[in-house]
């Protein structure tokens, strides 16, 4: 298991390989016996404990069995994670009386990485009693001078990591609480790195409309990220849009005038998509399937196409027979993608009866969203 980044070339665990290397080496040193080196390099009571404890470290414990006559509840589901993050906080605990008991055994450098990485495992696995201190530990690191920058980043991720994980056996409203948290210290802790604005972005993706709003104003101030500020700036006004009506014309790729009016009393889907996007097929299904399902009572598709080669887009429906509009952005200067700041895709819109967009993210749950509008 590698060292702490801090810790010298020359470390304790590495002193009885040198002597056996020396001895080969040394005329001087021929005579060194076993007795000897154990004798130097630590007591048998040390070397049961040291065996004792990667036994531990390196014996899982047995995983949920599949049930013959039905599926583990979630509870039975936690437990078992609990039980096993207790495990992992045992295993931190031997480690830490290991190197404490043994500051100058060979193998105490190794048992001191042993507690840090099982004390993650704790928390990654559920263990609340063990988070405040794997924070402390992650202090501790982070105070080493020897270390660079890019080391204490990683460090810091890896605490985010495994903070967040541990909550997701609580719920996902814990799990992003969390993460929002932990993140934002991240990114104000690291200013060069882009990736706690990315998991705040990822929240503000799936947040509702104020909430992600709220969040990418924060993102936009701080990041130097061009391609993040970009995103923020559409999100901003991709949710300044909702729950307002939307004005919508278009010249569809046949060349006939389109505008989003002409669909009031109807419930309008309007997919944003390119090739280059490995989900954008089969949303294209999906979209396809709905609009063959809830047509007849009253639902109206649109496709946006945001590729730049228009035989890309061609190919990308060869296979597939649609009787829905399509619209291609690009030969018009890419005005609905700037216009709405558009840039994950594909995206579902949907729009109600009245012509109010009511949901930016319909790809989540189409049917649904669907059938919900096509009741009011």
């Given amino acids: 298991m590698d060292a702490h980044p801090g810790d010298n070339i020359l470390k304790p665990r590495n002193i009885l390989g040198l002597l056996v290397a020396t001895a080969f080496f040394s005329p001087n040193l021929h005579s060194l016996r076993a ?84 004390l993650h ?38 605490l985010l990591q495994s903070a967040v994980s541990g909550r997701q056996y609580e719920s996902d409203d814990a799990m992003r609480a969390e993460l929002e948290r932990r993140a934002r210290r991240l990114a104000q802790d690291y200013p060069g790195h882009p990736d706690g604005d990315k998991y705040l972005l990822n929240l503000a993706r799936a947040a509702a409309t104020e909430k992600s709003a709220a969040l990418a104003r924060e993102i936009l101030a701080r990041s130097r990220d061009e391609k993040i500020k970009a995103e923020c700036q559409g999100l901003i006004r991709r949710s300044a849009a909702v729950n307002k009506p939307l004005a919508l014309t278009l010249t569809l790729s046949d060349g006939k005038a389109w505008d989003l009016k002409q669909w009031r009393g109807k419930v309008a889907l309007l997919l944003f998509w390119d090739s280059s996007s490995r989900f954008s097929p089969k949303a294209l299904w999906a979209v396809n399937e709905l609009y063959k399902k809830y047509h007849a009572k009253g639902l109206e598709v649109v496709g946006l196409n945001f590729d730049e080669d228009q035989a890309k887009a061609t190919a990308a429906l060869k296979d597939i027979t649609l009787e829905w509009p399509q619209y291609r952005d690009v030969p018009a200067g890419r005005t609905v993608q700037a216009r709405f700041g558009v840039d994950t895709l594909p995206m579902c819109w949907f729009v109600d009866k009245t012509g109010v967009l009511r949901e930016r993210y319909g790809e989540r749950d189409p049917d649904g969203f669907t059938q919900r509008l096509l009741a009011e």
């Fill in 121 to 158: 495992a704790a928390v990654a696995l559920s263990s609340t009693t063990k988070i405040a201190e794997l924070e402390a530990a992650t202090a501790e690191r982070l105070k080493d001078p020897k270390i660079d920058d890019a080391a204490r980043f990683q460090l810091s991720l890896r």
């Fill in 35 to 118: 007795a000897e080196i154990r004798r130097v390099a630590g007591s048998d009571s040390a070397d049961r404990a040291w065996r004792a404890l990667k036994h531990d470290q390196e014996t899982p414990p047995e995983p949920l069995k599949q049930l013959a006559d039905r599926m583990y509840s979630q509870k039975e589901i936690r437990d078992y994670y609990a039980r096993t993050a207790e495990r992992a906080g045992a295993v931190a605990d031997e480690a830490k009386q290991f190197y404490a008991q043994y500051p100058k055994y060979p193998q105490a450098v190794s048992a001191r990485e042993i507690y840090f990485d099982m």
